[in-house]
């Protein structure tokens, strides 16, 4: 069993920077295709970012690209969520995921689940 746990969240002002972790246990993490996404009280889960099984290949999410950044160390077994430039919009609940997928925008790919992570940006 994988067992992921974020952490990381907080508040924040609109224009500032978070990094969020996922700490990965009872698993190889370069094995599995990771994603982190986002979901906020009566509104679906979002597609935030991926990152790819092997090559380091990755995906964002329209919203993000060019201010959000994922990457993992394996050896650390963690996987990380560099969010810069930070809107109020942004606010919601992060969760990172892992699957057997290489690589996958849809939350349906992907097997484990963390517990999730608040960040909140004011403006």
């Known amino acids: 069993q994988v067992q992921l746990v974020e952490s990381g969240g907080g508040l924040v002002q609109a224009g500032g920077s978070l990094r969020l972790s996922c700490a990965a246990s009872?698993?190889?993490?370069?094995?599995?295709?990771m994603g982190w996404f986002r979901q906020t009280p009566g509104q679906e889960r979002e597609f935030v970012a991926a990152?790819?099984?092997?090559?380091?290949?990755?995906y964002y999410g329209d919203s993000v690209v060019g201010r959000f950044s994922i990457f993992r160390d394996n050896a650390k077994m963690t996987l990380y969520l560099r969010m810069n430039n930070l809107k109020p919009e942004d606010t919601a609940v992060y969760y990172c995921?892992?699957?057997?997928?290489?690589?996958?925008?849809?939350?349906?790919?992907?097997?484990?689940w963390g517990q999730g992570t608040q960040v909140t940006v004011s403006s």
């Open positions: 990152l790819s099984r092997s090559d380091g290949s990755s």
């Open positions: 009872g698993g190889t993490l370069s094995a599995y295709g």
């Open positions: 995921a892992a699957g057997g997928k290489f690589i996958s925008r849809s939350g349906k790919d992907y097997d484990y």
